[in-house]
């Protein structure tokens, strides 16, 4: 079953569309009608609130922890001793690898990840 809106987009007018095509226009003061708008707005309420912690999600991401062996300690770490990420980006393998918990071998990862065109 599809929920319509109908003219105007106001609530009362929806026209119910059943797996056959066939249209059903319900009385607006309707009990079926009230619980067929309320498991409506709860379905959108419930994707909208999934799609906002998607996107929250995605913008507080870092693109260090898409780099191997850097976990939340090391990024932690690396962020304190640097500031930012633009900083960390902008030393050098050698100035990266001063971080406490960061060898060279590491650093030298960090810094090929942060300028490489395919990162991760």
Partial sequence: MGVAKGTGRRPGLETLILDNNKQLNLNANSPALHL????RDEAHRFAITGHRARRGKAQTRSTLEDIQGI???RKRN???HFGGLQAIKSA???EIAKTPGISQAIAQDI???LHSDNPG
């Avoid at 067929?36 to 498991?39: H, K, L, V």
Wanted: proline share 0%; net charge neutral.
């Fill in 36 to 39: 067929i708008q309320q498991i």
């Fill in 71 to 73: 976990g939340a300690k």
């Fill in 78 to 80: 690396l962020l304190n």
């Fill in 92 to 94: 050098s393998a050698e």
């Fill in 111 to 113: 810094y090929n990840n």
